[in-house]
């Protein structure tokens, strides 16, 4: 079993930045696919972002359109967290914000490819 937490969350005005951490416990997940998603009020839960472990200590990054290129995922694994760090954020990106962890290696962009889930963080964008 893997247990996640998420934090990070806040109020942010339009254009302003954010990082996102989720700590995992109760294993190591060096190896395992995760995954940000978020769901805004009224709306299914989307995918942001993903890392995938392709090597010793090396991660390839997969991302929605509409975030690329303002958002970056990354690993810490000695401390067993991943980060997603959010620049130029906008109003739209107001949502709340999951992590998720899959035992699996290959990508996973969906949510139903993840087995472990944090109860979330909210991140509010002002405009």
């Known amino acids: 079993q893997v247990q996640l937490v998420e934090s990070g969350g806040g109020l942010v005005q339009a254009g302003g930045s954010l990082r996102l951490s989720c700590a995992a416990s109760g294993r190591t997940v060096s190896s395992s696919t995760m995954g940000w998603f978020r769901q805004a009020p009224g709306k299914e839960r989307e995918f942001v972002a993903a890392?995938?472990?392709?090597?010793?200590?090396?991660?390839?990054?997969d991302y929605a359109v509409s975030v690329k290129g303002r958002f970056t995922v990354f690993r810490a694994n000695a401390k067993n967290t991943m980060n997603l760090q959010m620049s130029s954020l906008k109003p739209e990106d107001t949502a709340v914000y999951y992590c998720?962890?899959?035992?699996?290696?290959?990508?996973?962009?969906?949510?139903?490819?993840?087995?472990?889930w944090g109860p979330g963080t909210q991140v509010t964008v002002s405009s």
């Open positions: 890392t995938r472990w392709i090597g010793v200590n090396t991660y390839s990054a």
């Open positions: 998720a962890a899959t035992s699996r290696m290959s990508t996973a962009v969906r949510a139903g490819d993840y087995d472990y």
